[in-house]
């Protein structure tokens, strides 16, 4: 089972260029390079919207992947509105009190999605996880739009705006586990691969900028927007990162 995930695609409303950048361009970019790839799903990481929920921005989104074709799971981001986002989806049966968090079966796996979008979580979605980690027999993959961990990226280790409180909550449960459980989540604009006990945590760079994982200041790194294909076996897991040029409105 062949799986694409992209994260942090901060897309604007019509028109508007944030950081000179066409963050609708961007996403059609990364779909088309997606759709030249072997996956067969498409899973998005939060932060659709560029800084604050917008149904506009939901309904253009939509519309794209709609007409783009693959399947599609989506979580929410802190810029998300995780019922807004449910509404134009259509698949608000996820929701749970306000929160959108639900499991898939990718063939033998057992794929959670959870939903980080307030920077906290409840003791109803982390009850959940608990139940789905060890009642299942299989492997289990984790997505989510905040890492669990620090990632040793001082900016967004210390941005506590946009920070997430529940990481210890989450890492408790899955430290529990017998088998490695690989995690894949956005929010940082970073590439990062950290392994801790039994999780290994895949932090995918973002469909807008990435920045700079050694500054304590915000400093964009590169405006390259990449995705990372995820292979999951019968025997193991193997996962890549792609990159490919981004748009800039100046570039045009
Ligand atoms: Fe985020």
Request: glycine letters at 6%; charged letters at 25%.
């Amino acid at each position: 089972m062949q799986l694409a995930f992209i994260t942090d695609l901060h897309i604007d409303k019509a028109y508007e260029f944030p950081f000179g950048i066409d963050t609708r361009k961007n996403f059609k970019r990364i779909l088309n390079a997606i759709a030249k790839s072997p996956a067969e799903q498409l899973i998005i990481g939060g932060d659709l919207c560029y800084r604050s929920p917008e149904e506009e921005i939901y309904e253009w989104i939509f519309e794209e992947l709609n007409s783009f074709g693959m399947p599609y799971h989506i979580i929410a981001g802190n810029h998300d509105d995780p019922v807004m986002m449910s509404k134009f989806g259509k698949f608000e049966a996820l929701l749970s009190d306000g929160e959108l968090f639900f499991a898939k079966k990718f063939k033998h796996y057992l794929a959670l999605f959870l939903d980080t979008s307030k920077g906290e979580i409840s003791k109803n979605q982390l009850n959940w996880l608990d139940r789905q980690v060890y009642q299942q027999d299989g492997p289990t993959v984790i997505f989510m739009h905040h890492p669990p961990l620090n990632a040793n990226v001082p900016y967004m280790d210390e941005d506590l705006d946009h920070s997430f409180s529940g990481g210890e909550k989450v890492m408790n449960i899955l430290s529990r586990s017998k088998s490695v459980i690989p995690i894949f989540t956005g929010h940082y604009h970073v590439e990062k691969t950290i392994v801790q006990e039994n999780a290994m945590l895949f932090i995918t760079p973002s469909c807008f900028f990435q920045i700079d994982a050694f500054s304590r200041e915000f400093k964009v790194d590169h405006h390259r927007i990449g995705y990372r294909l995820i292979d999951l076996g019968v025997e193991d897991f193997k996962c890549s990162l792609h990159y490919i040029a981004g748009s800039r409105q100046m570039d045009k």
